[in-house]
């Protein structure tokens, strides 16, 4: 399926992706405090981050399946409106005072399960909304976006909403993802996304076999191992670190809620003004430089944010980390897409995030053993630790001979995939 030259429909698609991590980013602070205010053990809070992304352990390979089989637009619509109903539960349970760990727990389960469905459907759609030329625009405005919505506006809003009303949060994020569906049903089907002009209908047995093509792609390139490896120990660091940090926050810092919230929005700070920057660091630096930088300036602040010194000084890692890895992410999903086969788009992607994301699981569940064993900051150190580790391994891989070499045998291919099918028609 070629891209459209009309941007309407990625600006349609953009507003519903604001709207929705609107959301996200409101409980991103809501959900720990309301996590806070039942338990103080850093393993049960830290646990919330495990079930959520949990699902892309499990589930992913099928949405990617889902997704280059399905409408993606009613595949994301189908997820947003998961979302809403997880929303409207803990709405439902806060008001009637019924709320548990363990209900929080099923609820951002089901969260993580919509978000392997509508991250790996937006992931292979947008390839077929704008050109080639133009993905790492459109990244960019995605993912600056995402930071505005879901860790600079979002969180303060949330620890405010929280403070005035436990329950207003949650109703706040319900009504974002109801709207997402509404933007979502503006933009025309998109169903003609697969080679083949015939194929099985969706069985298990069919399916089984689609995960199997995408797997073994992603397997067959050593640049997507190399780039999944850095988002899985980026990640992983995130969860063992961020998914604490309202308890360095209150225990270490002592700040109030409503100043986590803003603590929060220090990073997406920093995260707005890398996906600025994002472009013409792009220009500046090759890809393969760029990715090793971005993950040494990442692994610096966040083992920064360990000192807890005070407030300011966390602050300033805090938007130090967001500026470096908005700008890589913006970079790496934009190489990602411009070497995957469009028909393979949402299989391959949910391998790819199924290892990068999943690892959260694994960060989260360390990072709350490590804190309550060695102390909150050891969370901090260990995962800045690591990331700088990985920096290095994938050099071999990660380099700029390698990546030009990969982009330009991408595009040999589909030049000559656009000639087959001239010749055919």
């Avoid at 076999?209 to 992983?236: F, H």
């Avoid at 225990?251 to 809620?257: K, R």
């Avoid at 630096?285 to 760029?290: I, K, S």
Wanted: net charge neutral; hydrophobic share 50%.
């Amino acid at each position: 399926m070629k891209p459209v030259s009309d941007v309407r429909q990625f600006r349609r698609l953009w507003l519903a992706t604001a709207t929705s991590n609107l959301s996200d980013g409101v409980s991103l602070a809501a959900a720990p405090l309301l996590a806070a205010s039942i338990t103080r053990d850093p393993a049960l809070i830290a646990g919330i981050t495990v079930v959520q992304r949990a699902p892309w352990l499990f589930l992913a390979f099928i949405s990617g399946a889902m997704a280059d089989r399905l409408d993606r637009r009613r595949v994301t619509q189908a997820a947003n409106w998961i979302r809403a109903a997880a929303f409207a539960t803990l709405l439902v349970a806060v008001v009637s005072d019924s709320m548990s760990m363990s209900l929080l727990y099923v609820v951002f389960f089901a969260i993580g399960t919509a978000e392997t469905l509508y991250d790996s459907s937006t992931a292979a759609w947008l390839p077929t909304l704008v050109e080639s030329k133009d993905l790492a625009w459109a990244n960019g405005r995605l993912q600056t976006t995402y930071v505005i919505c879901n860790e600079f506006v979002g969180p303060p809003v949330g620890g405010f909403l929280f403070a005035a009303a436990a329950f207003a949060p949650f109703a706040l994020g319900t009504a974002g993802y109801l709207a997402a569906v509404g933007l979502l049903a503006l933009i025309p089907a998109a169903v003609k996304h697969r080679q083949e002009a015939e194929y099985e209908p969706l069985t298990v047995r069919c399916v089984k076999e689609d995960i199997g093509v995408g797997a073994r792609w992603y397997w067959s390139s050593p640049t997507l191992r190399a780039m999944s490896l850095v988002a899985a120990v980026g990640n992983a660091a995130s969860a063992a670190s961020y998914g604490i940090l309202v308890l360095l926050a209150q225990e270490e810092l002592g700040v109030s809620e409503s100043g986590y919230g803003v603590l929060l929005a220090a990073g997406a700070v920093g995260a707005v003004t890398g996906g600025m920057a994002a472009g013409k660091v792009g220009e500046w630096l090759r890809p393969g430089t760029l990715i090793l930088v971005t993950n040494l300036v990442s692994a610096a602040s966040t083992a920064g944010m360990g000192l807890a010194v005070n407030p300011a000084v966390t602050v300033v890692f805090m938007a130090l980390d967001g500026f470096a890895v908005l700008i890589q992410t913006i970079h790496v999903v934009t190489l990602r897409q411009q070497i995957v086969p469009n028909e393979l788009m949402g299989r391959v992607t949910s391998v790819y995030r199924a290892l990068a994301v999943g690892s959260f699981s694994v960060g989260g569940i360390a990072g709350g053993l490590v804190a309550k064993s060695f102390g909150i900051p050891a969370s901090f150190y260990a995962g800045g630790a690591a990331m700088a580790v990985t920096a290095f391994m994938v050099l071999p891989v990660l380099n700029n001979a390698r990546i030009a070499r990969v982009k330009e045998e991408a595009e040999t291919s589909r030049a000559s995939e656009r000639q087959r099918e001239g010749i055919s028609q």
